[in-house]
């Protein structure tokens, strides 16, 4: 009964912690954009990308999985990977590809997680 009982908390404990990590790191990561990009439009498109990426997150990690979830995790994908040749001097944006990996661990069942 406990081992079942640790299936269960298991994922419900990684979805939180994604979770309070991944609005923090986009937090983060949104007033890194700002205080480095010179142009408003270079910085309005950095910031819907953050904000895209975190719905996302938010959408695979914390929700229910739905029939579309390979797609949305192959958005998320693009989103994670763009704003790094976009801007490849920010290298806090590499946070992102953690964040990538934990909602593949959580949506991508055994053996491809």
Do not use: K
Not at 81 to 94: E, F, G
């Amino acid at each position: 009964m406990s081992q079942r009982r640790s299936e269960v908390a298991a994922p419900r404990l990684a979805r939180g912690v994604v979770a309070v990590l991944g609005s923090g790191v986009v937090s983060v990561l949104a007033l890194d954009l700002a205080s480095s990009v010179e142009a408003l439009p270079e910085l309005v498109g950095g910031l819907a990308i953050l904000a895209a990426h975190g719905f996302l997150l938010a959408r695979n990690v914390l929700g229910v999985a739905r029939p579309w979830w390979p797609r949305a995790l192959a958005v998320q994908a693009v989103l994670t990977y763009l704003p790094l040749a976009v801007w490849p001097h920010l290298d806090s944006l590499r946070a992102l590809t953690a964040f990538l990996a934990g909602t593949c661990l959580i949506r991508l069942r055994p053996p491809h997680s």
